[in-house]
């Protein structure tokens, strides 16, 4: 089946400017979460969705961090007011259930580039 | 908040040569999995280890997960240079559903 898709592949960005990031889960899958990885770097948690609440959130990195999900499926990350230090690849990953046993399926990533 | 330390950050090895990667947490695990992300790809899991001694084979690569569930270590084999990759182990931080990830160790097989 399907796997979990992101888009865009790349987004390219002017320093100042909002951007928002897509993740399409794996059906079914209720848990979701978003990491960032910059170059040659661990993964650094954002934020994880249960269904369409997020019980944490503690991971964005500031308030101009913000993603939400919807009907339990597609989610958005929402970065405002982008600046260089949020270039990154953006992970989207979801499970089965989200009990920390479960094991998580990655997305392609969304690679971006905040000039 | 729990962290898990994995060593070493990086391991170049002769292809041939085998290769571990160790997982080490302060406290009691209740899992720990594997990952492995290939060169400009993403995270692909491998394997996830629940019993205290579990150990677990996938062709070359022996997992292994401590008796007090506070290690774990991914051991290859006469390495290949399809292993080559950065590999994270991860696991459930205390009562939180979220995994933490390690820092990750690149491998780096030399033909």
């Known amino acids: 089946g399907a796997g979990v898709s992101q888009s865009p592949s790349n987004k390219v960005t002017e320093k100042g400017k909002d951007v928002e990031l897509r993740c399409d889960p794996i059906s079914g899958h209720t848990a979701l979460y978003w990491y960032r990885q910059s170059l040659g770097q661990g993964l650094e948690f954002l934020i994880y969705f249960q269904g369409n609440s997020a019980p944490d959130k503690s991971g964005l990195p500031s308030d101009r961090f913000s993603a939400e999900r919807t009907g339990g499926s597609v989610s958005t990350l929402t970065i405002q007011r982008t600046q260089q230090e949020d270039s990154a690849v953006y992970l989207c990953?979801?499970?089965?259930?989200?009990?920390?046993?479960?094991?998580?399926?990655f997305g392609p990533g969304t690679r971006l580039t905040v000039t | 908040g729990q962290q898990v330390m994995q060593i070493p950050q990086y391991q170049h090895v002769q292809e041939g040569e085998d290769f571990t990667t160790y997982c080490n947490s302060s406290t009691t695990l209740s899992n720990i999995q594997w990952y492995k992300q290939r060169p400009g790809g993403h995270p692909v899991f491998l394997i996830q280890l629940v019993k205290s001694g579990e150990v677990k084979k996938q062709k070359r690569l022996t997992f292994q997960f401590g008796e007090a569930k506070k290690n774990s270590s991914l051991h290859i084999t006469a390495t290949q240079t399809t292993d080559v990759g950065t590999y994270f182990c991860?696991?459930?931080?205390?009562?939180?559903?979220?995994?933490?990830f390690g820092r990750g160790t690149s491998l780096i097989v030399h033909p």
């Open positions: 991860a696991a459930p931080s205390g009562g939180s559903y979220i995994p933490t």
């Open positions: 990953a979801s499970s089965r259930v989200g009990s920390g046993g479960s094991e998580q399926y």
